[in-house]
């Protein structure tokens, strides 16, 4: 099974930052890797995918790099409704399998 | 967006059996690959299960392989999982989520407790 690492656990930052998340896979993915968004109560929701492409109607703020077993979610400038809980996801062999990173929780500094 | 709505959860003792379901708002239902997924405080998300289309090929994650099993009725819009020999370790909240991998649109998920 492929483990996704995510780092940090928890970020506390302002509104206006700039936000940088960390996803690590045990091994590698290439591109096939996803971000999403959860806030209290509610579902994910799909921000990324292919690592950097925004789903249909997500803020150009939000941006994804990386390849292989290393990437990135950035938030260029955190607004208030972006404080919530990120994960990544792989989905290199999926239907055969499918994992999901332990995610970061971006809170009010 | 596909509106999905799941249901069927509740309380129940371990060994016991319970079917979720999850009902699609639109007819385009039929061409989406479903799949669970399921949420707990400790374990976070993992993967379920997966069906085709048709429904001719699934999909299991191992923590769930023998016991639950993923269907679709594509002249209802519905999807199911039926969990049989339930664990205390299956207690999360269980989605529904179209398409994928990855997964579009997600149902605002339903609360299984497995508990004596």
């Known amino acids: 099974e492929i483990v996704l690492t995510q780092s940090p656990a928890t970020l506390s930052v302002s509104p206006g930052e700039r936000v940088t998340l960390s996803c690590r896979a045990s091994?590698?993915?290439?591109?096939?890797l996803a971000w999403y968004q959860q806030k209290p109560g509610q579902a994910p929701r799909l921000l990324i995918y292919?690592?950097?492409t925004r789903a249909t109607g997500i803020p150009a703020r939000f941006s994804g790099s990386g390849s292989g077993t290393e990437f990135t979610l950035t938030i260029s400038s955190l607004q208030s409704e972006d404080f919530a809980v990120y994960y990544c996801?792989?989905?290199?062999?999926?239907?055969?399998?499918?994992?999901f990173g332990g995610g970061t929780k971006v809170e009010i500094k | 967006e596909v509106q999905l709505l799941e249901s069927g959860g509740g309380l129940l003792q371990p060994g016991g059996s319970l079917r979720l379901s999850c009902a699609a708002a639109?007819?385009?239902?039929?061409?989406?690959?479903m799949n669970w997924v399921r949420q707990t405080p400790g374990k976070g998300l993992e993967w379920i299960s997966s069906?085709?289309?048709?429904?001719?090929?699934?999909s299991y994650a191992d923590s769930v392989k023998g016991r639950f099993t993923i269907s679709r009725d594509n002249s209802k819009n519905t999807l199911y999982l039926q969990m049989n020999s339930l664990r205390t370790e299956d207690t999360a909240v269980y989605y529904c989520?179209?398409?994928?991998?990855?997964?579009?649109?997600w149902g605002q998920g339903t609360l299984v407790t497995v508990s004596s």
């Open positions: 639109e007819s385009t239902f039929s061409s989406f690959v």
């Open positions: 989520a179209s398409r994928g991998a990855p997964f579009e649109d």
């Open positions: 996801q792989q989905y290199n062999n999926w239907p055969s399998s499918l994992t």
């Open positions: 069906i085709t289309t048709s429904g001719a090929t699934t």
């Open positions: 292919g690592a950097s």
């Open positions: 091994q590698s993915v290439p591109t096939n």
